[in-house]
């Protein structure tokens, strides 16, 4: 049922009342300093699991009189207990997980290390949907019923402040869902720009638009669009849905797939000046639809404290939108004393490409460029070069964060505080099968410790996709279909009809899992010093013999690489040596390069951090090789830190 709470036009918004006397959380100094968690709200908890985990004040969460009913997974006991067909389709639509189940996890997240949440869109879907993922929105103005109310998301957004925990908003304003019919009903695609007839907005899911195409009715709040100021037929482009997802403007005027395209304002459209991103700036006009959208998260931000916004789709939006979008919404949020509010966006190609629109539009962080979260995981796989600084090609991670001069940046650490780093998350946009980093091979779950230390302990905002400190799979092992395989990312935390690993009913909020320590203990070291968070990047030759002359940046050998890969992260004189070993099955020794003027030969340094949780400091005194240089062991799939 609506809520009969919420406004049904923008104009019943009391903005000043909204943000009368009340103190908004801050924003932090800088956020390369947070760790994120991305979670998908309908997979992650219903708040009846019991026992693996602890409250927010440390007290283990146990069954007796909690009316909790789901106990931990058992590797041994519930692994593939599920019928596999049944468990495979409760994946593809709602699971069950709730803004109060999220809320009763605080305390697993705050150990874990998190101190930013970014959680997957909460918005109210067309009704009757199958929209579990929440980016086809029927009411910008309020939360979803499966999720909970507007109060349950503002009550956790100040119960995770509490907890020194932000909140980062999934948003979206490229599309709504699929809230209206063509005529016809008609499955209509795009062609030249021709704009199609409309028959009218849907009631609910699957409706052939029974409701005016025009202002509807409070009455038919649930179904068209809401607010009342969307509904003007021009809020929407019309133009059917995308099939040539890079040509030029039908990427960015065409419906994306069942959802609907926002007509954002008057852009150029001609195919020859696509790259001048200024001037298709400057001859941007934004519509009434773009000026309604912004007030909408403005509205967010001041009902909820939100800390920060993921926008969707940035690919799908004139540049111009964009701006426009994000110089109001900072604007507002520096107003309220949010002088570091953060609008993360979701921007597909390569690092060129992702460097132009942080520039031209404001945004303040790219996720998705599509070829980091690849050259991450499969380089801690051993399948990819970790870079070379000799040359000038972007080949490898390493690459990914240097040569900031060619970029017109003014130091190298512009990358670092402008770019989130993940290599599991719910898209991987560009990949025809999908799996998580151990869902491809046995091996790859023996090497999570050497990813999520890459993660964590190198340049960027680093993220964390949930399930990835429980081991979570996510791929199907079954017969490789492609056309579903993002279903498998998606699996339950709370277990409900699809948990991981082809169980049910079982959850995996797993404290004493070994993944999860581990990322503790890294998160921990990362607080501890600066120089993780915000040092300079830089990649070490490494030698097995220490001979002068034979360092070297490790390279595949016949495709492959099963070596050590060392890196430095220096900050006002202060360098932490980091290694991580890509040979799963044994520990490697070798000589790294270190800073001479920081580390000079008969100097020491300390090990900060190696994977036994048994783990005991050690002194490595430097020694005078390729000028100055440590012998360092690390384990097999491991990670350690010598600073």
């Known amino acids: 049922m609506p809520n009969n709470n919420v406004e049904r036009s923008l104009t019943q918004i009391d903005f000043s009342k909204l943000v009368e006397g009340r103190e908004f959380y801050p924003s932090p100094a800088a956020w390369e300093d947070e760790v994120l968690y991305f979670l998908f709200l309908d997979r992650f908890s219903d708040g009846r ?45 709602w699971c069950g997980g709730t803004i109060a189940g999220m809320k009763d996890k605080l305390g697993y997240l705050k150990r874990l290390g998190v101190t930013a949440v970014w959680v997957s869109p909460v918005f109210r879907q067309v009704t009757g949907s199958g929209d579990y993922h929440g980016y086809g929105i029927q009411n910008f103005l309020d939360v979803d019923p499966h999720f909970g109310t507007r109060d349950e998301l503002r009550d956790f957004v100040r119960s995770a402040h509490r907890s020194g925990i932000r909140v980062i908003l999934d948003i979206i304003i490229n599309h709504a869902g699929d809230v209206f019919a063509y005529e016809g009903d008609h499955q209509y695609t795009y062609q030249e720009g021709r704009q199609w007839p409309v028959q009218g907005y849907r009631r609910h899911s699957g409706d052939p638009g029974s409701l005016p195409f025009g202002r509807v009715e409070e009455e038919s709040i649930e179904g068209a669009v ?15 849905e995308i099939r040539r997802w890079d040509s030029f403007p039908e990427f960015l005027d065409g419906d994306f797939c069942t959802l609907k395209d926002v007509n954002l304002g008057d852009a150029l459209k001609d195919p020859s000046a696509a790259w001048d991103l200024q001037r298709r700036i400057r001859e941007f006009r934004p519509s009434r639809s773009l000026r309604s959208m912004t007030e909408i998260y403005q509205f967010w931000i001041a009902f909820a404290d939100i800390d920060g916004y993921r926008l969707d789709t940035v690919k799908h939006m004139e540049p111009g939108a964009v701006r426009f979008f994000a110089s109001a919404v900072h604007e507002f949020a520096v107003s309220l004393g949010k002088e570091h509010f953060t609008i993360i966006g979701e921007i597909t190609g390569g690092r060129s490409h992702a460097t132009a629109i942080l520039d031209t539009t404001g945004l303040d962080a790219a996720l998705g460029i599509n070829d980091m979260p690849d050259k991450l995981e499969f380089m801690v796989k051993g399948w990819r070069s970790p870079g070379n600084p000799d040359t000038e090609d972007q080949e490898g991670y390493f690459d990914l964060f240097r040569n900031s001069l060619l970029d017109n940046k003014s130091s190298r650490q512009w990358f670092g505080s402008h770019v989130v780093t993940m290599f599991d998350d719910h898209d991987q946009v560009g990949v025809q099968h999908k799996f998580r980093f151990a869902g491809d091979n046995p091996r790859s779950e023996k090497l999570l ?38 279903v498998f990312l998606r699996e339950c935390m709370f277990g409900g009809p699809f948990g991981s690993r082809q169980s049910q009913g079982r959850h995996f909020f797993d404290e004493m899992h070994p993944v999860y320590r581990f990322i503790s203990r890294v998160a921990a070291l990362r607080r501890e010093h600066m120089a993780l968070r915000r040092g300079r990047q830089y990649l070490r030759q490494v030698s097995a013999t220490g001979f002068d002359g034979d360092f070297y940046y490790p390279q595949p050998m016949d495709g492959r690489l099963r070596w050590i890969i060392a890196w430095s992260r220096i900050f006002a004189r202060t360098e932490c040596l980091c290694a991580i070993n890509t040979d799963a099955d044994q520990a490697l020794t070798v000589y790294a390069v270190v800073d001479s003027t920081i580390h000079p030969p008969g100097s020491t340094m300390q090990c900060l951090f190696a994977p036994a949780e048994d783990f005991r400091p050690h002194v490595l005194t430097v020694e005078a090789r390729q000028g100055s240089a440590v012998r360092i062991t690390v384990p097999a799939g491991g990670f350690v830190v010598y600073g």
């Open 449 to 486: 410790p050497a990813a999520l230390g890459l993660n964590l302990a190198s340049a960027g905002i680093p993220c964390i996709y949930y399930g990835t400190e429980q081991a979570f799979n996510g791929a199907d092992h079954r017969n490789g279909e492609d056309s579903y395989s993002d």
């Open 49 to 93: 699991e019991f026992g693996g985990f602890a409250g927010l004040d440390g007290t283990p969460v146990e069954q007796a009189g909690t009316g909790r009913s789901t106990p931990l997974f058992s590797p041994q006991d519930d692994t593939g207990s599920a019928e596999r067909e049944a468990w495979f389709q409760a994946g593809r639509s």
């Open 226 to 240: 809401w607010p009342v100021e969307l509904q003007h037929e021009s809020t929407w482009t019309r133009h059917g």
